[in-house]
């Protein structure tokens, strides 16, 4: 069993989403004693954003005259599907920011959706192709979104998050969510806890 685990808060010690995504990875490694975990930190080393050069290769299967950007583009694409694909589970840090999630860990996911390996377009729509493992998303945020219909509607982190890897045929997603993290200590707390309580079960059936 193969666990890939994604940080992509910038804020170190201080990010509440590594600090849970720590201990939903400490969970699955008790479940399974013998799995291997692949960590990538896309904070700390960010993928690029996608400009005309590397969209060459990251989108349009560009493999020839590759200058040198293009060419780190393209080892890049193919050890970050790779991974993807090795994987049974996914954990994923994501934090909300500005209503939908850091640039870093856009640009992650940017490199994810390559057609004929991850998806593909048929001639009744789109497939994913990615599917078959679970995905655990770690969603941190300071207001609290999952109330009434209006907070929902700010939502484009959780609610993005879902539909790109639904798009790859990643449907089997757990949310573990702490929000309202910035509305006082007593609220933060008692979102760390909620989360806690919460991977706690995660991988009770497996360790079963
Ligand atoms: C640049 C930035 C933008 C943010 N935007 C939002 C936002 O739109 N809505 C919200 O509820 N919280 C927002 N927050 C608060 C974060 O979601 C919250 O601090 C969360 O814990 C960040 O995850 P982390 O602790 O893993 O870094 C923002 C924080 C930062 C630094």
Do not use: C
């Not at 005309?52 to 080892?75: C, I, M, T, W, Y």
């Not at 890049?76 to 694909?85: H, K, Q, R, T």
């Amino acid at each position: 069993m193969k666990l890939l685990h994604i940080d992509s808060s910038p804020l170190g010690q201080a990010s509440v989403s590594r600090q849970l995504t720590a201990a939903v990875v400490q969970a699955w490694q008790q479940a399974n004693p013998a799995g291997e975990v692949v960590y990538r930190d896309v904070a700390a080393v960010a993928p690029a954003h996608l400009d005309g050069e590397l969209l060459q290769v990251a989108k349009f299967g560009a493999n020839q005259d590759l200058s040198p950007a293009q060419q780190a583009e393209r080892a890049l694409v193919d050890s970050l599907v790779g991974e993807l694909l090795a994987a049974d589970v996914v954990v994923i840090g994501a934090p909300m920011y500005n209503f939908s999630v850091p640039s870093q860990l856009k640009a992650y996911l940017d490199r994810l959706a390559q057609p004929g390996r991850t998806f593909r377009y048929t001639e009744s729509g789109p497939q994913g192709l990615a599917g078959g493992r679970k995905v655990v998303i770690v969603s941190s945020r300071g207001g609290k979104y999952a109330g009434t219909p209006y907070e929902a509607a700010l939502d484009h982190q959780e609610a993005y998050l879902k539909a790109f890897l639904g798009f790859l045929g990643l449907t089997d997603v757990t949310i573990v969510r702490a929000e309202g993290v910035a509305m006082g200590p007593e609220s933060k707390a008692g979102a760390l806890e909620a989360a806690t309580t919460q991977i706690g079960a995660l991988f009770l059936a497996e360790a079963a």
